[in-house]
């Protein structure tokens, strides 16, 4: 399974997590994995071309984990970037299930 949160406080994101293995189908056919991935890191190479925020990036692939934070904030662009990633991600949990995508948004107070 594959769990993305994205980390918010009062409105605007502090962090993305992601990590897991969505076991879809047989390889070559992973088709959730393969989804979740690329928004996530379209929207994160989005935000690093279009914008001038900054963040910092982790990510271990044999474990499909991919982490960033934004320590100084985002601007609007950048959030509206966001935006679209958690529409995307919330539609493939729409149509493929709990079982293969875990999303959340989750209220910090500091992270």
């Known amino acids: 399974m594959i769990r993305v949160t994205v980390l918010k406080e009062k409105d605007k994101t502090k962090a993305i997590r992601c990590s897991g293995h969505a076991g879809f189908d047989s390889y070559g056919k992973y ?17 690093e071309v279009l914008t001038d925020d900054s963040m910092q990036t982790s990510t271990k692939e044999e474990d499909g984990i991919i982490n960033a934070d934004f320590p100084k904030g985002l601007s609007h662009d ?23 995508l875990e999303f959340q948004i989750q209220e910090v107070t500091q992270c």
């Open 78 to 100: 950048a959030e509206v970037l966001i935006s679209a990633m958690v529409l995307g991600l919330q539609q493939i949990q729409d149509t493929y299930g709990k079982r293969y």
């Open 31 to 47: 088709i959730v994995c393969s989804s979740v991935s690329i928004l996530v890191i379209n929207t994160l190479n989005s935000i």
